[in-house]
């Protein structure tokens, strides 16, 4: 597989994605998208970033992370493009052999990082490795689990020798945790330091505070990027985040209020993206705890949860109802996983009479930060589940620090779940024994078997047969309470324009501040 996106000016795909882009928007908003420009000034306004985050890439752990620095400071070898496939950043080409089991990567001829030095094949081995072994805490940890060694076979190549097969390693090489960051002479990654290869170098950052950027003039990559400087602002308030756009602020805003929408739509200085993703709100249960150990009891409380009412009072009809199934109608090999949970007073008293109990109470932990409407749709389910003796404790965390105190800290919480664009990945990430994001603490001997099996199967077919096996499996017995599948809405500044916004990860898949301009 070879990279199509570089040269000088847009790539072939490029335009054609801008050009589709333009042909989808009304007539008097075609102009701004005619032609990417450069100059100007974007501030992004976000719904995290908390005085607990860092440069090191493994602990990134959403939208202000990924943007500002997975994005902004630095590359990836691979990047996800707006239609979903996979192509060469930093990597020029990279080729599988060995039935997916040998990657050889060669890298684009001179890249630089921001304080002068060359890229070479050692940074990107000191960054893979960074993520590899007993003691570390990525979420990336799992893509490397079936790493043998990865070498620096000259300075531009990179071999990657992995003990099974891995069709989708191209794909997991873009997840915004592995950004190509300097080596140190002992062989470890150097994030003490804010230096990347990425289009824009960080200025200024106090953790919790605004992040800002300027344009990196030695960029490798096309004419990118447009703009002169970009600022992330983190305004977990939605309000408060909403009126930054409305007052021209910021320029560009994620996770909208849904109550606003039409508002923000008939606004003529906004423009409203809503962007199919794969993206997931959910209540997760950390499986290893009382009183979620008990399979009963998660099933007790997937039929005391009205997920229709929850869609039409919290979401207003812009989501899909969940099945307790993580992965999304729109990814390959997703299956049906009957029988669709609905709202069973009986059913979850029910269970609850098979788990030995009458009654149950559990705390609930939410916050603003955790999903859109996550406070509301937890409330609505409070009530819910009284119906079926079921106490739910609501308790509203702090905004702040949600995502490095309160997720995978508290044994039952509210998540936002990007979704990822293969079902090896989502699971390998999401549910797989021993994952550092395996937030429900699943841990099923057969689902984990399948897992390795699935990852091999060359026979689409067969593959198929097992990721649909894994899915039921994660529906019937998984500690995952999943509300809605939704887009992606965000707030934008009719000043700014773009090409087609793609929808893996948030922000045009974390890559708006390169792919984005001044209308």
């Known amino acids: 597989m070879s990279d199509d996106h570089r040269g000088n000016g847009l790539s072939r795909r490029e335009m054609l994605a801008a050009a589709a882009a333009t042909a989808s928007l009304p007539l008097f908003s075609r102009e701004a998208f005619a032609a990417p420009k450069r100059g100007g000034f974007m501030r992004v306004g976000t719904n995290d970033g908390s005085q607990t985050d860092s440069l090191d890439p493994a602990t990134w752990p959403g939208s202000f992370t990924g943007g500002a620095f997975g994005g902004s400071m630095c590359n990836n070898l691979t990047e996800i493009m707006p239609d979903r496939s996979v192509a060469g950043d930093l990597a020029e080409s990279f080729e599988g052999s060995e039935q997916s089991k040998r990657w050889v990567f060669t890298l684009q001829k001179g890249v630089t990082f921001h304080d002068g030095r060359s890229l070479t094949a050692k940074d990107v081995v000191a960054s893979m490795m960074h993520h590899v072994g007993a003691n570390t805490k990525s979420p990336a940890k799992v893509i490397f689990a079936q790493l043998d060694t990865v070498k620096a076979e000259d300075d531009r190549t990179v071999v990657f020798t992995l003990k099974g097969s891995s069709p989708d390693f191209p794909y997991m090489l873009s997840d915004y945790h592995l950004p190509i960051m300097p080596a140190k002479e002992d062989g470890a990654i150097d994030f003490s330091k804010p230096i990347g290869t990425g289009p824009f170098v960080l200025e200024h950052w106090v953790p919790g505070s605004p992040a800002k950027f300027k344009r990196n003039p030695n960029y490798h990559k096309n004419s990118k990027p447009y703009f002169d400087e970009v600022e992330f602002v983190p305004i977990p308030d939605v309000v408060a985040r909403t009126n930054a756009l409305l007052t021209g602020e910021v320029q560009f805003i994620n996770n909208l209020d849904i109550k606003t929408l039409a508002m923000l739509r008939r606004n003529r200085n906004i423009r409203v993206n809503s962007t199919p993703s794969m993206r997931h709100f959910a209540f997760d249960m950390n499986t290893q705890v009382a009183p979620f150990d008990n399979p009963h009891v998660r099933l007790a409380l997937k039929y005391a949860i009205d997920r229709e009412e ?31 949970y609905t709202y069973d007073v009986e059913k979850a008293k029910a269970h609850l009479k098979q788990a030995g109990l009458t009654s149950v109470t559990v705390d609930l932990s939410v916050s603003d930060a955790a999903f859109p409407g996550a406070v509301a749709a937890a409330l609505l389910f409070k009530d819910q589940a009284a119906r079926a003796g079921i106490t739910v404790n609501v308790v509203r965390e702090p905004d702040d620090g949600y995502w490095s105190k309160i997720w995978r800290q508290k044994p039952f919480a509210g ?43 060359t026979d689409e077919g067969k593959r198929a047969a097992i990721y649909r096996e894994m899915q039921q499996i ?31 990860y948030p922000m045009d898949n974390f890559k708006l501040t390169e792919r984005w301009w001044m209308a």
Not at 310 to 324: E, P, R, S, Y
Not at 474 to 499: P, Q, R, W
């Open 310 to 340: 929850i869609l039409d009072k919290v979401f207003f009809g812009n989501a899909t109802v969940g099945n307790d199934n993580n992965v999304a109608r729109s990814l390959k090999f997703w299956a049906e996983t009957p029988p669709q």
């Open 415 to 457: 998540v936002d779940w990007y979704g990822r664009p293969t079902v090896d990945w989502l699971f390998s990430t999401t549910l797989a024994r021993g994952a550092a994001w395996n937030d429900t603490k699943f841990d099923h001997a057969r689902f984990n078997e399948l897992l390795e099996q699935g990852r091999i199967e």
């Open 474 to 504: 994660v529906h019937d017995e998984g500690g995952m309470l999943v509300l809605a599948f939704a887009n992606y809405l965000d707030g934008c500044s009719t000043k700014i324009a773009s090409g087609e916004i793609g929808g893996v």
